[in-house]
């Protein structure tokens, strides 16, 4: 079992759709959680963090950590063509914030 | 002006060759890194220096050698490249306290060998 799960997708939403994103994990002691984008061709860009458990949003993006499920999510509102590209999200440990785990990512595209 | 860069962004070349990345941040971090994304695009670390020195170094095969100059370049050197060596090569940088780690990727190094 790997320790970041997600599914590949791809997602394929209506311009204006919400998205929901999803990682699961199997180590509780990761603290910290992160999405990133990545377009084709290019590298990943951080979208948000969050430390521990709860919420925060950026504008259009929603990020959602609950740590007694493992299970961590970004929302995305009011989606764009321009948000069609790949979400991993990254965890770490607090002693090793430095040493990002990946999931595999989700493709999303949004139709115009 | 490009925070991380690397070069060169494509790359063919054949089994048994010796091969070097080369990347560079302006962005005056501390740490940088290595990491490799397959074709399942899973994303995982090979290397990560803190200035100039070594402080990750995760099972990758010892044909795989990191070198840091200073702290604002991280070079990757590969001999004897194999076919599953293909992959994407991503260098990245961050401040190694910062919370979080909010880690800067370059845009890709794509290897392939033949």
């Known amino acids: 079992q790997k320790e970041v799960e997600q599914d590949p997708g791809p997602l394929s939403v209506p311009e204006g759709a919400i998205v929901s994103l999803n990682c699961t994990y199997s180590n509780s002691a990761f603290q910290y959680f992160m999405w990133y984008r990545q377009y084709s061709r290019k590298g990943p860009e951080l979208l948000m963090y969050t430390y521990s458990s709860g919420n925060k949003e950026d504008g259009r993006f929603t990020a959602q950590v609950d740590k007694s499920s493992k299970y961590i999510s970004l929302f995305i509102r009011d989606s764009q063509p321009s948000d069609s590209a790949t979400y991993l999200c990254a965890m770490s440990l607090m002693d090793s914030s430095y040493k990002l785990i990946f999931g595999s990512g989700t493709r999303l595209l949004v139709r115009p | 002006d490009t925070a991380v860069s690397q070069t060169p962004k494509y790359l063919v070349t054949q089994m048994g060759n010796d091969k070097s990345i080369k990347c560079e941040q302006n962005l005056g971090h501390d740490t940088m890194y290595w990491y490799k994304q397959d074709s399942k695009k899973f994303l995982k670390i090979m290397f990560s220096?803190?200035?100039?020195?070594?402080?990750i170094n995760e099972t990758v095969p010892n044909r795989f050698s990191p070198k840091s100059p200073d702290k604002a370049h991280l070079n990757l050197h590969i001999n004897s490249l194999e076919l599953g060596d293909s992959a994407v090569y991503f260098c990245a940088s961050s401040q190694m306290m910062s919370p979080g780690n909010t880690i800067y990727f370059g845009e890709g190094s794509w290897l392939t060998v033949v």
């Open positions: 220096y803190n200035n100039k020195e070594l402080i």
